[in-house]
């Protein structure tokens, strides 16, 4: 149905940057809400910022001010700005996406994980 297809992972010293992208394709009629999570090592899954479709956004505290969520509407893609990067930010990364198909059925996907790593 709608596929996530996740970019721009790597390996960073501490207090550098780096800029994930995350596009989806399918039968998209429209994306609603697109989300970045991380999941560190022997840790569970958690938010890390998300966007609605009209822009409105929301940050887990340890990234507010630091980690900026942005969305192309037009390319079904959302980008997640990742500056003045610690140690304790090394996780995969995953994109989400709430989405309805051309047929009207609504669900959501995940896409499937960039690492990054960042190095003290």
């Known amino acids: 149905q709608v596929q996530l297809v996740e970019s721009g992972g790597g390996l960073v010293q501490a207090g550098g940057s780096l800029r994930l992208s995350c596009a989806a394709s399918?039968?998209?009629?429209?994306?609603?809400?697109m989300g970045w999570y991380r999941q560190p090592p022997g840790k569970q899954r958690e938010l890390v910022a998300a966007i609605t479709r009209g822009g409105s956004t929301n940050y887990a505290d340890s990234v507010k001010g630091r980690f900026t969520i942005s969305r192309d509407n037009a390319k079904n893609t959302v980008y997640l700005q990742m500056n003045s990067l610690k140690p304790e930010d090394t996780a995969v990364y995953y994109c989400?996406?709430?989405?309805?198909?051309?047929?009207?059925?609504?669900?959501?996907?995940w896409g499937q994980g960039t690492q990054v790593t960042v190095s003290s």
């Open positions: 399918g039968s998209i009629f429209i994306i609603n809400t």
């Open positions: 989400n996406a709430e989405w309805v198909t051309t047929t009207l059925d609504p669900g959501d996907s």
